[in-house]
């Protein structure tokens, strides 16, 4: 069974790889696919094909899914210019007669108010038109999202932000990218849309004190609200649609968006997610 990875760069992408090849996938059957293929020597060197794809290059995608009979198309990382990208992409696997398209989505991308949703919505319902089967893997928030938070936050004693109390269901990106294998490579949960998060929500409060265990400085939590939140990123120097992508994030997830316990993830990978607790350790050492 051939499968192609797209995203293969980058940090997805590429745990999906190793996923496959750890679980025994025959590395000849994975086409690890990217814009830039130096990029995925270090596959290459174990055996998995590589591909050059732009999605903004039709051809490119038609020439990488040939005789593919699944695809997972990661979706891409170019935030305002990703729906006619994805678009490319799912007429690329149609066209090839690709037998299985999987998606990596947002979690409820339908309903979500993340500002990150449309594009998911909106793709999701150009895979639904076109008629190819599929599977949506709707991913929560990664934990390695408050990997630039945590490092702070033992140098500042404070981690800042506008979340509130708001709990967050996040997980390791190796957890979904499990999931994301699991799905490609066995029958499991196809034809299906996926909430995918992590088993244990948790408040920045919670997220601050796990940073003062580990780190044995004490870190506070401190929420700004909506906008003093606004102002801190500003003075900091993060460009205004950084700013705005991040409060917007905050006051969703203080209202609830980012919490998910339906405990489906730890289902599909048949194990529990990655705790909190080693996602901040694992940052804290990088
Ligand atoms: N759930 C979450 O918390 C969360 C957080 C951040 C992002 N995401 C989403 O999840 C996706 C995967 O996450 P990640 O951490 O693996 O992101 P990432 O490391 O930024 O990887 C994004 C991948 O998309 C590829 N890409 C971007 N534009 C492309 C184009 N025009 N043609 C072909 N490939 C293109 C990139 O290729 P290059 O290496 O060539 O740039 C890279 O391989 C992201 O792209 C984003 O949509 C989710």
Redesign the pocket.
């Known amino acids: 069974m051939s499968v192609v990875i ?8 590429r745990l999906v790889v190793e996923e496959l090849l750890d679980r025994g996938h025959g590395a000849d059957g994975i086409i690890a696919a ?3 293929t130096d ?1 995925l020597s270090a596959l290459a060197e174990r055996g998995v094909r590589t591909a050059r ?4 290059d039709p051809a490119s995608l038609k020439a990488a899914f040939e005789g593919a009979d699944t695809v997972l198309l ?5 935030v305002g210019g ?1 729906v006619p ?1 994805h678009r490319n992409a799912i007429e690329a696997a149609t066209a090839s007669g690709v037998g299985h398209l999987v998606y ?1 989505s ?1 979690l409820r991308a339908d309903a979500s108010p993340l500002t990150v949703a449309p594009e998911h919505k909106a793709t999701e319902e150009i895979i639904a038109a076109s008629g190819i089967p599929h599977t949506i893997l709707r ?4 934990s390695e ?1 408050y990997a630039a938070a945590v490092q702070q936050g033992p140098r500042t004693g404070s981690i800042i932000g506008g979340a509130g109390q708001g709990r967050i269901s996040s997980a390791a ?1 190796a957890d979904y990218a499990a999931a994301a294998a699991v799905v490609v490579a066995s029958g499991e949960g196809h034809g299906q849309i996926h909430e995918l998060a992590g088993d244990t929500a948790w408040t920045m409060e919670e997220l601050a004190a796990r940073v003062s265990e580990a780190s044995g400085s004490p870190v506070a939590y401190r929420d700004l609200g909506e906008r003093e939140h606004r102002r801190a990123l500003t003075d900091a120097g993060l460009p205004e649609a950084l700013v705005d992508m991040l409060v917007s994030t905050d006051q969703a997830a203080s209202q609830g968006w980012l919490e998910e316990d339906s405990g489906a993830l730890s289902r599909l990978i048949g194990r529990p997610t990655t705790p909190l607790e080693e996602s901040v350790a694992a940052a804290l050492s990088s």
Do not use: K
Not at 6 to 13: Q, V, Y
Not at 53 to 56: G, N, V
């Open positions: 797209t995203g293969a760069t980058g940090h997805l992408g990217g814009r830039d990029r794809i732009d999605f903004e990661v979706s891409g990382s170019e990703r990208q990596t947002a991913n929560g928030w990664y999202n990106r």
